[in-house]
């Protein structure tokens, strides 16, 4: 699985990214409290006549003995950073939504930390913080035979970034 996905236009995009949220929180490491947390980034990219849209994904790591861990959101953010530097994308770039899923599979959202960053890296972009939804997302543990998720009715806490974060850390 790649972190870095085209938009299928045969599924919802809220489906799409609720599903690979969940795909990278099982894969999530945390030494000390078990929880995989995994998220996915939408990103629309536009061109003078050509509007795709983008899917960042990531996972937390926190490994015993490591100084800091990685959280979710900052890999999905990294990676479009890398990727929009190697191929000159930056301004063609519009982030639409973070969708977090953690393997408590309850509606927790990320931490300030995460905010901060990700209001820092829309502001590089020049996307306004009003227009960025910032989800939790859950299932209904709607699980075929070998434990994946099959026709999962999402549940979900929609916010924006700016009704999480305010105005308090912005960058003057």
């Known amino acids: 699985m790649r972190s870095h996905t085209v938009l299928e236009d045969a599924e919802p995009a ?3 990214l609720a599903n690979i949220a969940s795909k990278y929180s099982d894969i999530g490491q945390d030494a000390y409290s078990d929880i995989g947390i995994g998220a996915a980034l939408l990103v629309k ?9 983008h899917i960042y994904a990531g996972t937390n790591i ?3 003995g490591m100084q800091t861990k990685i959280h979710a959101e900052q890999l999905a ?3 479009l950073i890398a990727d929009s530097g190697l191929n000159n994308l930056a301004p063609f770039i519009d982030i639409e939504a973070m969708v977090v899923h953690s393997t408590r599979d309850n509606l927790e959202l990320c931490c300030g930390h995460c905010l901060q960053i990700t209001r820092s890296v829309c502001q590089h972009f020049e996307t306004h913080p009003e227009t ?4 939790a997302v ?28 305010g105005s308090t850390y912005a960058e003057k």
């Open 45 to 53: 990219m536009k061109s003078e006549d050509v509007c795709k849209h």
């Open 132 to 135: 960025v939804d910032y989800c």
């Open 138 to 165: 859950a299932g209904q543990e709607l699980y075929d035979d070998s434990g994946n998720p099959e026709g999962v009715n999402w549940r979900w806490d929609r916010y924006t970034l700016d009704e999480l974060l």
């Open 14 to 16: 809220d489906m799409q």
């Open 77 to 79: 953010l990294y990676d």
């Open 62 to 64: 926190n490994l015993s």
